[in-house]
């Protein structure tokens, strides 16, 4: 079996690679961690047997007795109204049910936006009105008994429309730009200090614009889901992240109690973010499905997706950075145009990332929201900090290019170690520094010559190695936790959770298990996990923004303390509970955990299917995750692919606790950067509106032949406050800071500076 | 999907008197990985298909004669690992392993292959795109839209649609040739002569009629085609069609002295493009950095850009260039 080092050089990839070590599959943390020692025998994935046996139930696997299939129609005009609908032809497919079009006011009512105090993936349910607002948007539903018939029909529905002027892009006419501190009060500038001021009489300027394409998250699994009544009572099985507002987002377009609906998403097949709340097609389909008075699923197709799904949006940035000569970074201005829908103010925090990833004492940002005629942007994988940190990190590559000082001795030098810049109080943990340290280690920075140009292989590549940092939010939601222990016997003994999270593939199951098994001495066998289903412990709150980890484990942890407290059991240190339970009756209790300082409504606001997100400004400090990236990239001489053959990954994501899948978020992440920086970009077509690359072949994603080595390392220091378990996030930081390391490198490498994403082999030819 | 008759023929005779009897609009479906997918995209609306996956005759390679005998039915999988196709053809082997993924070299046939259409994205998008090619007289929204991977070469004020296939490029390069059986007809082209300039009629892409059958491709031996690549440069390392490619063979002789070169020019034209001038450029030359260069800016002489494809004209230069010099490796050794 050729490695894939040695298949990317038989493609002509990567010729001599420099020693790189790559952590196989570690089975401790202390394997990754390297200078960490940790006792406890950590699980691999727990699932990874059922995925690989295919038993793994992701939404659309459900196939409930008299199942039927609907079939979206979208809008082909880039905005206006449908004046007529033709569905005769449709209707006449045989095995076709119901052709849904407008639905009449009163049956259905649309459902508002997550980010303005409600549920939905946008605050504009299509089809209640003759709306087209966006190319692609849904404009009937078509059920059949199969999904052929459905199809066929769904291409046969025809619609006559009124067009009107639309604005896709940041630059077109009609876009309207709105400051987002006037229109959305509660996301007001970041301002610290006089930075203009500090900014005009700084000893070294840089200025510059980066634009970032809009870019779509495309998991593996489609946005799918299967509806049934039961009797009054609504049954959705659907892939999602946030069961919660799922629910209520139904129930309060259908005009129904939230109690009659019950949400089961024992799996997502990916969700980065698009599947953070209801979808618009839940309230149709839901509608369909009491019409023809069977099941119906719904799985969007591909191509829909592009228009079905929320999206990163597109942005223009302009930073403005101020040091002396020494290289100590002393004013920064971060202004930022991106793109909303016409229906949504989706609020941006860009400086969130860049107001306190280095020290500088004087900082202004700046948000504008610029309304566009498309679907309403959303959260996908790092939503701002990927791209915030493009514009910063390689704006800092510039100035130590520009100071002749080594990109990494001049970030170690603005670190900011123990106090958050923005908010003033102390930052729970912050390694950083040790994360530049450990990854200039392991790359072999020090063997890097600074010149432009200056590193080559023998057959002429050019080389390029780029440093660049990113940070995220350690954020938390409030959890609730049900801990069932049954004995098995005087040596097993089966430990129930469930518990508000949802497993995305990211790996909740896992370090939940972990969790368990290093605390109560019982045997990952033994550990059962239930997430993602209503019918267990409501609320199911939202697992995004990378919480998921910190928001379920401290509530787990609180019910194990409650639970060995009602068996008599020392509080902390190793117990046999199989032992303390052998011939007990099971035990049943409950625990909850919130954010700190959150205050006691915010269960309310849960129990209501509202977000309850905090971080990473608490009362008392602020927590982020920290990442370092070192990246080489190999440009050939003649042809100038650009390869990215080695990537070196140190993060500082609190106490790792689950190394196998922790690993493996940083790896995907890395992936995803490299993605998202070399070959990801929505394409606009100003003439027709939406989105042209609406296909996995116009919207070009890595394939596997273009990721070599990537070397992850853990820097797994427990947090001292944020939480009992001392854990922080990790999915979203592990791409934070990908972009500019290749960027840089790229730089390095060519000497260019390309500041659009993505950067394509037409920007080094 | 629209119901069609599926009729699967045993033998070449079933197959050609299926496809005559089927009417108007009947296809040949072979390993239908372009065709079911514009049937999907309901570009294709064939009232019959007629398979002839199971036709035996077709599938067979046979590499014992003067010419490289290919049976159209032949698996693109099959071809591309063939060992005399890989010692004697490099290139044709490489066209046909840098196609697609393969999954899809496993199903698709190396006939079927020829004939797959372009991945213009207007073309593929659905009716909300004006697209003469889909719907002759609608007009064309590539001329003045995203034409990042259209053809420098041979379009029109109609199309400018890119010939997408590698396989084809790679034949052109070798001087390859058709049989073509029909109902009343049997007979050899070059496969020069199969694709032609959309002009003002981008929908008809070749000049086989409607119940013509591929039955074999053959290749005539030649000393180019040891010292041949098809070198092929995309957005990623795989599974993506190319934005420049490049199909070439040379024999050099003694004292470095090229004698023999080949070039044809892939996913930059409205077909398989084969640029004479710059094979000629170097007949009697060396290969050199400079000698390659020039016959890449040779070929490319007459290229049009439109709004985003420009650079693909130096991209091109560099891919010939970068083609020749990997070519001269394998003719001097
Ligand atoms: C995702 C994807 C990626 C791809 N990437 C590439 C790529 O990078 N490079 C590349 O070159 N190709 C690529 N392809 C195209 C692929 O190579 C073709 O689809 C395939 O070769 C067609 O062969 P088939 O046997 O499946 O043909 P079919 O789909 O069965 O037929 C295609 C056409 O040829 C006709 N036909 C088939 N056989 C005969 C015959 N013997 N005589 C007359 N007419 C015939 C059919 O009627 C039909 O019109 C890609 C395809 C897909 C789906
Ligand atoms: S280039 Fe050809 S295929 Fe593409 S839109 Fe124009 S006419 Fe259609």
Same mark, same amino acid.
């Given at each position: 079996?050729?490695?894939?080092?040695?298949?990317?050089?038989?493609?002509?990839?990567?010729?001599?690679?420099?020693?790189?070590?790559?952590?196989?599959?570690?089975?401790?943390?202390?394997?990754?961690?390297?200078?960490?020692?940790?006792?406890?025998?950590?699980?691999?994935?727990?699932?990874?047997?059922?995925?690989?046996?295919?038993?793994?139930?992701?939404?659309?696997?459900?196939?409930?007795?008299?199942?039927?299939?609907?079939?979206?129609?979208?809008?082909?005009?880039?905005?206006?109204?449908?004046?007529?609908?033709?569905?005769?032809?449709?209707?006449?497919?045989?095995?076709?049910?119901?052709?849904?079009?407008?639905?009449?006011?009163?049956?259905?009512?649309?459902?508002?936006? #997550?980010?303005?105090?409600?549920? $939905?993936? &946008?605050?504009?349910?299509?089809?209640?009105?003759?709306?087209?607002?966006?190319?692609?948007?849904?404009? $009937?539903?078509?059920?059949?008994?199969?999904?052929?018939?459905?199809?066929?029909?769904?291409?046969?529905?025809?619609?006559?429309?009124?067009?009107?002027?639309?604005?896709?892009?940041?630059?077109?006419?009609?876009?309207?730009?709105?400051?987002? /501190?006037?229109?959305?009060?509660?996301?007001?500038?970041?301002?610290?200090?006089?930075?203009?001021?500090?900014?005009?009489?700084?000893?070294?300027?840089?200025?510059?614009?980066?634009?970032?394409?809009?870019?779509?998250?495309?998991?593996?699994?489609?946005?799918?889901?299967?509806?049934?009544? &039961?009797?009054?009572?609504?049954?959705?099985?659907?892939?999602?992240?946030?069961?919660?507002?799922?629910?209520?987002?139904?129930?309060?377009?259908?005009?129904?109690?939230?109690?009659?609906?019950?949400?089961i998403s024992p799996s997502a097949g990916g969700a980065f973010g698009q599947k953070n709340s209801f979808q618009m097609?839940?309230?149709?389909?839901?509608?369909?499905?009491?019409?023809?008075?069977?099941?119906?699923?719904?799985?969007?197709?591909?191509?829909?997706?592009?228009?079905?799904?929320?999206?990163?949006?597109?942005?223009?940035?302009? #930073?403005?950075?101020?040091?002396?000569?020494?290289?100590?970074?002393?004013?920064?201005?971060?202004?930022?145009?991106?793109?909303?829908?016409?229906?949504?103010?989706?609020?941006m925090q860009y400086t969130e990332l860049t107001g306190r990833m280095y020290d500088i004492p004087d900082f202004r940002?700046?948000?504008?929201?610029?309304?566009?005629?498309?679907?309403?942007?959303?959260?996908?994988?790092?939503?701002?900090?990927?791209?915030? /940190?493009?514009?910063?990190?390689?704006?800092?590559?510039?100035?130590?290019?520009?100071?002749?000082?080594?990109?990494?001795?001049?970030?170690?030098?603005?670190?900011?170690?123990?106090?958050?810049?923005?908010?003033?109080?102390?930052?729970?943990?912050?390694?950083?520094?040790?994360?530049?340290?450990?990854?200039?280690?392991?790359?072999?920075?020090?063997?890097?010559?600074?010149?432009?140009?200056?590193?080559?292989?023998?057959?002429?590549?050019?080389?390029?190695?780029?440093?660049?940092?990113?940070?995220?939010?350690?954020?938390?939601?409030?959890?609730?936790?049900?801990?069932?222990?049954?004995?098995?016997?005087?040596?097993?003994?089966?430990?129930?959770?469930?518990?508000?999270?949802?497993?995305?593939?990211?790996?909740?199951?896992?370090?939940?298990?972990?969790?368990?098994?290093?605390?109560?001495?019982?045997?990952?066998?033994?550990?059962?996990?239930?997430?993602?289903?209503?019918?267990?412990?409501?609320?199911?709150?939202?697992?995004?923004?990378?919480?998921?980890?910190?928001?379920?484990?401290?509530?787990?942890?609180?019910?194990?303390?409650?639970?060995?407290?009602?068996?008599?059991?020392?509080?902390?240190?190793?117990?046999?509970?199989?032992?303390?339970?052998?011939?007990?009756?099971?035990?049943?209790?409950?625990?909850?955990?919130?954010?700190?300082?959150?205050?006691?409504?915010?269960?309310?606001?849960?129990?209501?299917?509202?977000? /309850?997100?905090?971080?990473?400004?608490?009362?008392?400090?602020?927590?982020?995750?920290?990442? $370092?990236?070192?990246?080489?990239?190999?440009?050939?001489?003649? #042809?100038?692919?650009?390869?990215?053959?080695?990537?070196?990954?140190?993060?500082?994501?609190?106490?790792?606790?689950?190394?196998?899948?922790?690993?493996?978020?940083?790896?995907?992440?890395?992936?995803?950067?490299?993605?998202?920086?070399?070959?990801?970009?929505?394409?606009?077509?100003?003439?027709?509106?939406?989105?042209?690359?609406?296909?996995?072949?116009?919207?070009?994603?890595?394939?596997?032949?273009?990721?070599?080595?990537?070397?992850?390392?853990?820097?797994?220091?427990?947090?001292?406050?944020?939480?009992?378990?001392?854990?922080?996030?990790?999915?979203?930081?592990?791409?934070?800071?990908?972009?500019?390391?290749?960027?840089?490198?790229?730089?390095?490498?060519?000497?260019?500076?390309?500041?659009?994403?993505?950067?394509? #082999?037409?920007?080094?030819? | 999907?629209?119901?069609?008759?599926?009729?699967?023929?045993?033998?070449?005779?079933?197959?050609?008197?299926?496809?005559?009897?089927?009417?108007?609009?009947?296809?040949? %479906?072979?390993?239908?990985?372009?065709?079911?997918?514009?049937?999907?995209?309901?570009?294709?609306?064939?009232?019959?298909?007629?398979?002839?996956?199971?036709?035996?005759? %077709?599938?067979?390679?046979?590499?014992?004669?003067?010419?490289?005998?290919?049976?159209?039915?032949?698996?693109?999988?099959?071809?591309?690992?063939?060992?005399?196709?890989?010692?004697?053809?490099?290139?044709?082997?490489?066209?046909?392993?840098?196609?697609?993924?393969?999954? %899809?070299?496993?199903?698709?046939?190396?006939?079927?292959?020829?004939?797959?259409?372009?991945?213009?994205?207007?073309?593929?998008?659905?009716?909300?795109?004006?697209?003469?090619?889909?719907?002759?007289?609608?007009?064309?929204?590539?001329?003045?839209?995203?034409?990042?991977?259209?053809?420098?070469?041979?379009?029109?004020?109609?199309?400018?649609?890119?010939?997408?296939?590698?396989?084809?490029?790679?034949?052109?390069?070798?001087?390859?040739?058709?049989?073509?059986?029909?109902?009343?007809?049997?007979?050899?082209?070059? %496969?020069?002569?199969?694709?032609?300039?959309?002009?003002?009629?981008?929908?008809?892409?070749?000049?086989?009629?409607?119940?013509?059958?591929?039955?074999?491709?053959?290749?005539?031996?030649?000393?180019?085609?040891?010292?041949?690549?098809?070198?092929?440069?995309?957005?990623?390392?795989?599974?993506?069609?190319?934005?420049?490619?490049?199909?070439?063979?040379?024999?050099?002789?003694?004292?470095?002295?090229?004698?023999?070169?080949?070039?044809?020019?892939?996913?930059?034209?409205?077909?398989?493009?084969?640029?004479?001038?710059?094979?000629?450029?170097?007949?009697?030359?060396?290969?050199?950095?400079?000698?390659?260069?020039?016959?890449?800016?040779?070929?490319?002489?007459?290229?049009?850009?439109?709004?985003?494809?420009?650079?693909?004209?130096?991209?091109?230069?560099?891919?010939?260039?970068?083609a020749l010099m990997i070519a001269r490796t394998r003719a001097t050794r």
């Open positions: 079996m050729p490695t894939r080092r040695n298949f990317l050089r038989g493609a002509g990839a990567a010729t001599a690679l420099v020693g790189v070590e790559t952590v196989g599959s570690p089975l401790t943390a202390a394997a990754l961690a390297g200078d960490e020692t940790l006792r406890q025998p950590y699980a691999r994935r727990v699932d990874a047997r059922d995925k690989v046996r295919g038993a793994v139930q992701y939404g659309a696997d459900h196939v409930p007795a008299r199942l039927t299939h609907a079939v979206p129609v979208v809008a082909t005009i880039g905005k206006g109204r449908v004046v007529e609908f033709d569905t005769t032809a449709a209707e006449a497919v045989p095995g076709v049910r119901l052709v849904l079009t407008r639905i009449p006011p009163g049956e259905l009512r649309s459902a508002p936006f #997550i980010m303005a105090g409600g549920f $939905a993936v &946008q605050g504009y349910q299509p089809m209640t009105s003759d709306r087209v607002a966006y190319r692609g948007q849904m404009i $009937a539903l078509v059920v059949a008994d199969t999904l052929v018939a459905a199809t066929e029909a769904a291409a046969l529905v025809t619609a006559r429309y009124e067009t009107e002027p639309f604005a896709v892009t940041l630059d077109a006419d009609g876009t309207e730009t709105l400051l987002q /501190a006037t229109v959305i009060p509660r996301f007001p500038d970041t301002v610290m200090g006089d930075a203009d001021a500090a900014y005009a009489t700084s000893p070294v300027k840089l200025d510059a614009t980066y634009d970032g394409p809009p870019q779509h998250a495309m998991p593996i699994e489609l946005l799918a889901s299967t509806v049934e009544w &039961q009797g009054e009572n609504l049954i959705v099985r659907e892939s999602t992240q946030n069961a919660n507002a799922v629910r209520h987002g139904v129930a309060y377009e259908l005009g129904i109690s939230a109690d009659r609906v019950e949400v097609h839940l309230g149709p389909l839901a509608l369909a499905a009491r019409r023809v008075g069977r099941p119906v699923k719904l799985v969007v197709p591909r191509t829909q997706t592009f228009h079905a799904g929320s999206f990163r949006p597109a942005s223009r940035q302009r #930073i403005r950075l101020g040091a002396d000569r020494s290289g100590r970074m002393l004013a920064a201005i971060h202004e930022i145009d991106a793109q909303t829908s016409r229906h949504d103010l989706f609020p940002g700046r948000h504008q929201l610029v309304r566009t005629d498309a679907q309403t942007p959303g959260y996908m994988r790092a939503p701002f900090e990927h791209i915030a /940190a493009f514009a910063l990190e390689s704006s800092v590559d510039e100035l130590a290019y520009k100071l002749g000082k080594d990109p990494v001795a001049l970030r170690l030098a603005n670190d900011a170690p123990t106090t958050d810049p923005i908010s003033g109080h102390p930052f729970t943990s912050r390694h950083l520094a040790e994360c530049l340290r450990r990854g200039a280690d392991r790359f072999g920075w020090v063997d890097r010559r600074p010149g432009v140009g200056s590193m080559r292989a023998k057959d002429g590549t050019l080389i390029g190695w780029g440093v660049a940092v990113g940070a995220y939010k350690a954020a938390t939601a409030p959890a609730t936790a049900v801990l069932r222990a049954e004995s098995l016997g005087r040596r097993r003994c089966r430990v129930t959770i469930t518990v508000d999270g949802h497993e995305m593939g990211q790996g909740i199951r896992t370090a939940i298990t972990n969790l368990i098994t290093g605390n109560l001495g019982v045997a990952t066998e033994d550990v059962v996990v239930v997430v993602g289903d209503t019918r267990g412990v409501p609320p199911q709150h939202s697992t995004a923004g990378s919480w998921g980890t910190a928001t379920a484990l401290p509530a787990i942890d609180a019910a194990m303390g409650k639970l060995r407290e009602q068996l008599g059991l020392r509080p902390s240190g190793p117990i046999d509970l199989p032992a303390a339970m052998s011939g007990r009756a099971p035990v049943e209790l409950q625990a909850r955990t919130k954010a700190p300082g959150q205050p006691d409504d915010v269960w309310d606001r849960v129990a209501a299917g509202g977000a /309850a997100g905090a971080g990473p400004e608490y009362p008392a400090f602020t927590s982020m995750s920290y990442i $370092a990236h070192f990246v080489e990239v190999r440009i050939e001489p003649r #042809i100038r692919r650009i390869r990215v053959p080695r990537v070196v990954s140190v993060a500082d994501c609190g106490r790792v606790a689950s190394p196998v899948t922790a690993v493996s978020q940083v790896r995907g992440g890395v992936i995803w950067g490299i993605g998202a920086t070399l070959r990801e970009g929505g394409e606009v077509d100003p003439r027709f509106g939406g989105f042209l690359s609406a296909s996995l072949e116009d919207y070009a994603l890595p394939v596997n032949a273009d990721i070599g080595d990537i070397d992850v390392s853990l820097i797994d220091k427990p947090d001292p406050l944020l939480n009992s378990v001392g854990v922080k996030s990790l999915g979203e930081v592990s791409m934070v800071g990908v972009a500019p390391a290749i960027a840089n490198a790229v730089w390095h490498a060519t000497g260019r500076r390309v500041r659009r994403l993505p950067i394509r #082999i037409e920007d080094v030819i | 999907m629209r119901p069609f008759a599926y009729t699967a023929a045993r033998t070449l005779g079933q197959a050609v008197e299926a496809l005559a009897d089927g009417g108007p609009g009947t296809k040949v %479906l072979a390993g239908g990985t372009t065709l079911y997918d514009l049937m999907k995209l309901r570009i294709e609306n064939p009232p019959a298909v007629i398979d002839i996956s199971r036709v035996s005759e %077709l599938t067979r390679i046979d590499t014992s004669g003067a010419e490289l005998v290919i049976g159209a039915g032949a698996r693109m999988a099959d071809v591309a690992e063939h060992p005399v196709v890989r010692r004697d053809y490099p290139a044709l082997s490489e066209s046909l392993w840098r196609a697609a993924s393969q999954q %899809l070299r496993n199903m698709a046939t190396v006939g079927g292959n020829l004939l797959q259409r372009t991945r213009c994205s207007y073309f593929r998008g659905g009716s909300a795109f004006p697209c003469n090619k889909r719907e002759p007289g609608s007009g064309c929204s590539a001329i003045d839209g995203i034409d990042r991977h259209h053809a420098l070469f041979g379009g029109s004020q109609s199309c400018i649609a890119t010939y997408p296939g590698d396989w084809a490029v790679a034949l052109l390069a070798f001087d390859a040739k058709l049989d073509v059986v029909g109902p009343k007809t049997r007979r050899t082209i070059a %496969l020069a002569d199969l694709h032609v300039e959309p002009g003002s009629t981008p929908q008809r892409e070749h000049t086989l009629a409607a119940d013509e059958i591929i039955v074999r491709i053959r290749v005539p031996k030649t000393a180019a085609g040891r010292g041949s690549t098809y070198l092929k440069i995309r957005d990623r390392e795989s599974y993506a069609f190319a934005l420049t490619s490049a199909a070439v063979g040379l024999t050099i002789g003694r004292r470095g002295v090229i004698e023999q070169s080949r070039i044809a020019l892939g996913g930059v034209a409205t077909r398989p493009w084969r640029v004479p001038a710059a094979e000629q450029s170097l007949i009697g030359e060396q290969l050199t950095e400079a000698t390659a260069r020039r016959a890449g800016e040779v070929a490319f002489a007459g290229a049009k850009a439109g709004h985003h494809n420009g650079f693909r004209i130096e991209l091109g230069i560099r891919t010939v260039t970068e």
